[in-house]
């Protein structure tokens, strides 16, 4: 029901309308007749009617005196003048103070009627408008933290529109005024812990218990504000008065936050920090360096804070990685089948990639680069470099998964140990052992021009007779043959990569003799030394 309230002077108008009219049927409540302006502002005062119908000349305050009145201090209730002046100066001033309708006297009953017919669908359709305008609101509201979180990651990325800032950050209830700011992200590093506690329980659960956690410790302390991403990543925006407190600030409440999480959550988590910056516009930085901290999480293990601007003056002294030389050692303790030593060289190359602070991705490089080099210095039967290769291609399929760099140091051991066993096999004779050990003498040795047959024997503590005869069986020529070999493989990598003469290259690869080092090379390539070289370059 719509309330409504009459007023004229006019005593029988007053009855004709309060009486004649079916109020409740046409679906308004009538709230009463007044003779006067002065008395109606008294009524609407108390209690605010939705419509007044009011005649314009009455005494004390006339009906234009209470339109306005009603137009400065009650917008929402509705005018209707019922006047016997058809002058322009009140047409103007009802149309000034918003009137619904200038009606002039006399009208007829099913004039009126028909007017607050009019009326009622008008109100009708204002209190559709108004519900649809509260849910709105509502849902506004409850949707509100969900659009300070998307406005808020849209800053750190980098795509807010900063031309807008102050107007959205208002519009959003966001306060970000501040000296300096620090961005942090907190990940847990296994929810099993939490989501096998009970039953039907997700990820989505957890993740979102984390971000409860953060947020009300944040909240507590008043330091900044705490959000989740799309992703479920929980965020935190640190502001502060200067560098000094919040770095103070972070450093209490961080840990807090992590001891918090294990104790009711039983998640440990990592924690990254970025860098401190001194406007909004610098937190997209902020945030790319927070980022960037939490991949050393896969070097560095989880359960713990990161801080990114301690890490990288780390990085940046760290000593440079060398693969060939990693790869070197291991590949001698898979020769020599020391299982020990294949596990203390694989865990110091690790070790070292930690130490050099490099994200996650350089790491994958550097480890499928040792596998790799790993596997080229290694003489393998085609079987074994078949079986061998299958298993890289599932580790490099799965590295990506590894949770942190511990995880694949196991699963680097088992494959080295696999090329192990299996070079072990390949040397499962007595004189097939002695052959390789022979050619593992010939590839350390071949430089030394006083290299013979009985120096090698003499190495292996074998006859030069049975040598000779083992070593032809097992590589199917003579060890002669064999060291010739080498040599001349090495005088064309020399011949191929460096501008040597050619004596020089002869006394890098063990010949005394230029002459007989050219004789030899033609005869095993079919060009002198000069040839070949030239021939290459040509190519």
């Not at 005018?79 to 103070?97: L, M, P, Q, R, T």
């Not at 807090?256 to 930085?285: C, H, M, N, P, W």
């Not at 120096?455 to 043959?481: D, P, Q, R």
């Amino acid at each position: 029901m719509y309330k409504v309230l009459l007023v004229d002077d006019e005593a029988l108008i007053r009855e004709a309308i309060s009486e004649n009219i079916q109020w409740e049927e046409m679906g308004f409540s009538f709230m009463g007749a007044c003779e006067n302006g002065r008395q109606a502002i008294e009524v609407i005062e108390k209690e605010q009617p939705d419509l007044l119908l009011t005649d314009i000349n009455m005494p004390f305050v006339d009906g234009m005196e209470l339109t306005k009145f009603v137009y400065e201090n009650y917008p929402d209730t509705k005018v209707i003048i019922i006047s016997g002046f058809d002058e322009f100066e009140y047409a103007k001033n009802a149309v000034k103070y918003q009137v619904l309708e200038y009606i002039l006297k006399p009208i007829t009953p099913m004039e009126f009627l028909e007017t607050l017919r009019r009326v009622k669908r008008m109100f009708d359709e204002r209190r559709e408008s108004q519900r649809d305008m509260k849910k709105i609101r509502s849902a506004y509201v409850s949707s509100l933290p969900t659009l300070q979180a998307r406005y808020l990651h849209n800053l750190l990325s980098g795509t807010a529109d900063y031309s807008k800032m102050l107007e959205k950050q208002e519009e959003l209830r966001l306060q970000l005024k501040a000296a300096c700011y620090n961005t942090a992200l907190v990940e847990g590093d296994d929810l099993t812990p939490f989501t096998t506690q009970y039953a039907n329980v997700k990820d989505d659960l957890a993740l979102f218990a984390i971000y409860n956690i953060t947020a009300e410790i944040v909240a507590e302390e008043k330091c900044g504000i705490a959000f989740q991403t799309m992703e479920e990543k929980t965020v935190i925006l640190f502001m502060g008065d200067n560098k000094k407190i919040l770095r103070e600030q972070m450093r209490e409440i961080l840990p807090r936050i992590r001891k918090a999480v294990e104790d009711f959550l039983k998640i440990q988590v990592t924690i990254a920090v970025g860098k401190t910056v001194y406007s909004v516009e610098g937190l997209a930085d902020s945030f790319g360096k927070t980022q960037s901290a939490m991949e050393y999480k896969f070097m560095l293990g989880g359960n713990q804070i990161i801080e990114a601007e301690e890490y990288e003056e780390i990085r940046n002294s760290a000593k440079r990685m060398d693969i060939f030389e990693w790869a070197s050692k291991i590949a001698t303790a898979i020769r020599t089948n020391k299982e020990n030593e294949i596990v203390s060289r694989t865990c110091e190359f690790i070790s070292q990639i930690k130490m050099s602070y490099v994200n996650k991705n350089r790491s994958i490089v550097y480890v499928q680069n040792l596998l790799l080099s790993v596997i080229n210095l290694l003489d393998m039967t085609e079987e074994l470099e078949e079986q061998v290769y299958s298993k890289e291609r599932v580790f490099v399929n799965e590295i990506y998964g590894f949770g942190n760099l511990d995880e694949i140091t196991q699963s680097l051991v088992e494959i080295f140990n696999i090329i192990s066993k299996g070079m072990m096999h390949q040397r499962d004779s007595y004189g097939k052992r002695q052959a390789l050990l022979a050619l593992e003498y010939i590839d350390e040795h071949y430089a030394d021009s006083s290299i013979t047959l009985n120096s090698v024997c003499n190495a292996l503590a074998m006859s030069t007779s049975y040598f000779s005869a083992v070593f032809k069986n097992h590589t199917g020529e003579t060890f002669i043959e064999a060291l010739t070999k080498k040599r001349i493989e090495k005088a064309r990598v020399l011949l191929e990569q460096t501008n040597k003469k050619t004596y020089e290259i002869a006394e890098r690869v063990g010949y005394s003799d230029a002459h007989y080092f050219s004789i030899t090379f033609k005869k095993i390539t079919g060009k002198t030394p000069t040839e070949y070289a030239k021939e290459f370059k040509n190519q």
